[in-house]
């Protein structure tokens, strides 16, 4: 079964900087979208970042020039990295891709989620 990975999250001070990766394994013959969403505590869980298989980005507003998203095709990896986080970066985040199986499904996967906490 396909399987999502995320790693990299942490306990930083505001200002900082984190990468976070994530590594797919499983029958995949190809992924379409990435990407990365992220929950807080009583929130909702909510877009940060995309990538398309061609490389196409979109960020959430409260991300834009502070989080940089890239993916390796190749690897079919993601990653995300976040500078200058803020306390209210603080949350659970999750990588998501659209997966075209071996059995050529077409479904969206999520990782188990990394712990972000930024203090004050």
């Known amino acids: 079964q396909v399987r999502l990975v995320e790693s990299g999250g942490d306990l930083v001070q505001a200002g900082g900087s984190l990468r976070l990766s994530c590594a797919t394994s499983?029958?995949?013959?190809?992924?379409?979208?990435m990407g990365w969403y992220r929950q807080a505590p009583g929130k909702q869980r909510e877009l940060v970042a995309g990538?398309?298989?061609?490389?196409?980005?979109n960020y959430a507003d409260y991300v834009k020039g502070r989080f940089t998203i890239s993916r390796d095709n190749a690897k079919n990896t993601v990653s995300l990295q976040m500078n200058s986080l803020k306390p209210e970066d603080t949350a659970v985040y999750y990588c998501?891709?659209?997966?075209?199986?071996?059995?050529?499904?077409?479904?969206?996967?999520w990782g188990q989620g990394t712990q972000v906490t930024v203090s004050s």
């Open positions: 998501t891709a659209r997966v075209r199986t071996w059995s050529l499904t077409t479904s969206d996967y």
């Open positions: 990538i398309s298989s061609g490389g196409t980005v």
């Open positions: 499983g029958p995949i013959l190809s992924i379409n979208a």
